[in-house]
T-cell receptor, first 114, second 113 residues
Framework: AQSVAQPEDQVNVAEGNPLTVKCTYS??????LFWYVQYPNRGLQFLLK??????LVKGSYGFEAEFNKSQTSFHLKKPSALVSDSALYFC????????????FGIGTKLQVIP | NAGVTQTPKFQVLKTGQSMTLQCAQD?????MSWYRQDPGMGLRLIHY???????DQGEVPNGYNVSRSTTEDFPLRLLSAAPSQTSVYFC????????????FGPGTRLTVL
């Protein structure tokens, strides 16, 4: 069975410092990987995705993620955190079998401290 | 474009009551889905549709019904609400491909007493 792990419930980082939100996955075959962000009382918003090709993916709001096949990881990163980045972040994996098999992680709360 | 809209934003039901959560999208997307979000569990797929007249079950379909009579609308029906269905419900839509981005509605927060 496929799975997605976000090992940290919460990540605290000082404004201006680099941030990393971790995601590891387990799936058969080559997955499609997504990161979404959720602000309070809002729906999820797409940040970035890895389908194939370059392992470093750049997305919205200055975020990027690195796909590491050997470590089955897809960590979300940003060089310099903003207070406005404080939100809940979800990693999702879709097997090549399709969206009906999508699995979301439990989410990581990012708190950027002024 | 309004994107994906959901109504109501909040709802309180008593056990055994029925209700319909509405979802509409104006992006002409073929695929629509319903998820529930529970603390510590991420999002779980309830039902999905690949086009008008076609629906299928996701990971947690029990207690919910869906229909898709038009491309735009994808309502979720709770036939007899239970406290276990207390959750935040999100509707999402996307184009056809498996790599396409999903667009989520703002959610409906449902409490079943």
């Amino acid at each position: 069975a496929q799975s997605v792990a976000q090992p940290e419930d919460q990540v605290n980082v000082a404004e201006g410092n680099p941030l990393t939100v971790k995601c590891t996955y387990s799936v058969s075959g080559n997955p499609y990987l997504f990161w979404y962000v959720q602000y309070p009382n809002r729906g999820l918003q797409f940040l970035l995705k890895y389908i194939t090709g370059d392992n470093l993916v750049k997305g919205s709001y200055g975020f990027e993620a690195e796909f590491n096949k050997s470590q089955t990881s897809f960590h979300l990163k940003k060089p310099s955190a903003l207070v406005s980045d404080s939100a809940l972040y979800f990693c999702a994996v879709i097997p090549q079998g399709g969206y009906q098999k999508v699995t979301f992680g439990i989410g990581t709360k990012l708190q950027v401290i002024p | 474009n309004a994107g994906v809209t959901q109504t109501p934003k909040f709802q309180v039901l008593k056990t055994g009551q029925s209700m319909t959560l509405q979802c509409a999208q104006d992006m002409n997307h073929e695929y629509m889905s319903w998820y529930r979000q529970d603390p510590g569990m991420g999002l779980r797929l309830i039902h999905y549709s690949v086009g008008a007249g076609i629906t299928d079950q996701g990971e947690v379909p029990n207690g919910y019904n869906v229909s898709r009579s038009t491309t735009e609308d994808f309502p979720l029906r709770l036939l007899s609400a239970a406290p276990s269905q207390t959750s935040v419900y999100f509707c999402a839509s996307r184009q056809e491909g498996n790599t396409d981005t999903q667009y989520f509605g703002p959610g409906t927060r449902l409490t079943v007493l």
